[in-house]
């Protein structure tokens, strides 16, 4: 029997603003452990919460950007757990009536456009962080992350396979990362995943039981956990077993998913209006005005570098999810927009490569739109070759200077002058016997190999397509 995977997911996305969600705290990553935090946020008696308006900003306009409903009369609940990482036994979190609900997101997968109907996005604090320590017998408690706004973003069960899977957990990280909400830094924890993965036979109409995955907290991590998820249950049933409803946790480094416990209800919680808040109450201006706020969504920038500017779908899929990629390439397409497909070979390639050295944003570059567009136009007009071109990108970069005066400075003009060419073309000819023999052979890419040591002799200035006639002709003379 062939089996079809049904998949949700639970984001938690960490919001970057710069205090806590109930309390004057910062939330800086990195911070020395135990000195971000404050009586409220340890959760000492007699304390009380102050709702942070930002946090309330940003769930909006998540919601909004998803297609959510937003409700503009809502509150916050406990829900009431207790473990160490959490001082005051119960998380401040929404239950019955979400901040936003029922909304829809698409992206690609591959050539085909995808849906996925986004079942709420509520606001919630962050718990602390628990340190093991061998040094210690024990178990150490940061609490700097105690109260650091989370939004969970909770999807309905649509997705059927792990790429698809993959693809929503891009398309949801570009939206947060293109309205600045969240640093979407993996390696810091500011987004994790719960993974919920169960089979029915193909063809089915009902859902098969529900395993909810734990601890997923790369995108990567969650396609593995997912295939290999898929393929537990697929041996379970196989074998004549039946899947129970039950949480497990993804240990990434074994490569499998482990039990951790049946799994809990909603009653285990006893969820109850959090009598220390009073309740959210929006006006629709409010609502209205983060609606005509937000910017350009990652998807629709796709579809426009993809259909209308003739990008490749991985070179619009590279742009449209990075925002300090897509302002670069929108600021160079502002003065020449029909160097589309060459301003965006040098974003991914050189510039690229540049931003690895120096761990750095195009942005910190200071490069000029205006320059590079004219560096650009040089090469295509044959004024430069490709390799005098990248050599004149480094100068501009360090120095700031434009590429007609690099240029010209430099005397890396490309030489096009046939006469001049051929001379070099007669040198390298005289020293090659070898490969001309090879190429008489029948060996024609030997002429390769000749253009390659005529550009050498030139110093890269010359023309490589003037070489490759010259030498073509004198060869078949
Ligand atoms: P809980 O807090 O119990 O995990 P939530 O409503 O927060 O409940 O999340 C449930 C998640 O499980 C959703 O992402 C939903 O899409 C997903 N889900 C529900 N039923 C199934 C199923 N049969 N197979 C896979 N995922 C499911
Ligand atoms: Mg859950
Ligand atoms: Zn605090």
Avoid at 212 to 223: I, L, R, Y
Wanted: net charge negative; hydrophobic share 35%.
């Amino acid at each position: 029997m062939k089996y079809e995977a049904v998949i949700g997911i639970e984001m938690h996305a960490e919001l970057n603003t710069k205090t806590k969600i109930f309390c004057g705290c910062k939330t800086d990553y990195g911070a020395q452990v135990n000195t971000q935090c404050c009586p409220i946020c340890i959760g000492l008696p007699g304390t009380l919460p102050t709702l942070n308006k930002k946090v309330v900003e940003y769930a909006v306009k998540m919601g909004l950007a998803c297609g959510c409903t937003i409700n503009r009369e809502t509150k916050h609940d406990r829900k009431n757990y207790f473990y160490p990482d959490l001082p005051k036994a119960y998380q401040i979190s929404q239950y019955d009536i979400p901040l936003c609900e029922n909304g829809e997101i698409s992206f690609y997968v591959g050539e085909e456009k995808k849906s996925v109907r986004i079942l709420r996005i509520h606001i919630e604090e962050d718990a602390g962080k628990l340190l093991h320590d061998n040094r210690f017998s024990g178990t150490l408690i940061d609490f700097n992350r105690c109260g650091v706004p989370l939004i969970e973003i909770v999807s309905q069960p649509d997705l059927r396979s792990p790429e698809e899977a993959r693809a929503y957990l891009d398309a949801l990280k570009a939206i947060l990362e293109c309205l600045g909400i969240c640093n979407c830094r993996m390696q810091e924890g500011n987004i994790r995943c719960d993974v919920n993965v169960s089979i029915r036979p193909e063809g089915n109409e009902a859902f098969g039981n529900r395993v909810e995955m734990k601890n997923v907290n790369t995108f990567s991590g969650a396609v593995r956990g997912i295939e290999f998820e898929i393929a537990r249950q697929t041996a379970v049933l196989e074998a004549g077993g039946a899947i129970e409803q039950e949480t497990r946790r993804w240990d990434d480094d074994r490569g499998e998913s482990l039990p951790m416990r049946s799994k809990e209800d909603a009653q285990d919680y006893r969820y109850f209006p959090e009598p220390d808040l009073v309740p959210i109450r929006l006006d629709r201006a409010y609502v209205e005005e983060i609606q005509s706020s937000l910017p350009e969504l990652p998807l629709v920038k796709f579809e426009r570098y993809w259909k209308e500017q003739g990008l490749t779908q991985y070179e619009a899929t590279m742009l449209s999810t990075d925002k300090d990629k897509a302002s670069f390439y929108e600021s160079c397409i502002a003065v020449k927009p029909n160097l589309a497909k060459q301003i965006c070979n040098w974003i991914l390639g050189d510039i690229a490569k540049l931003q690895n050295q120096k761990h750095c944003l195009i942005s910190d570059l200071s490069i000029d739109p205006s320059a590079l567009c004219e560096l650009i136009e040089l090469n295509v007009a044959g004024t430069l070759s490709s390799t005098s071109a990248k050599a004149v990108f480094d100068e501009m970069v360090a120095t700031g200077k434009a590429p007609g005066t690099i240029v010209q400075e430099k005397g890396l003009a490309q030489v096009n002058d046939e006469e001049a060419l051929a001379a070099i073309v007669e040198k390298v000819l005289s020293e090659n016997q070898g490969p001309i023999a090879e190429y008489h052979n029948g060996k024609t890419n030997v002429l390769g190999f000749l253009v390659g040591q005529c550009m050498r002799n030139s110093k890269g200035k010359g023309n490589p397509q003037l070489f490759n006639k010259l030498l073509a002709e004198h060869l078949n003379q």
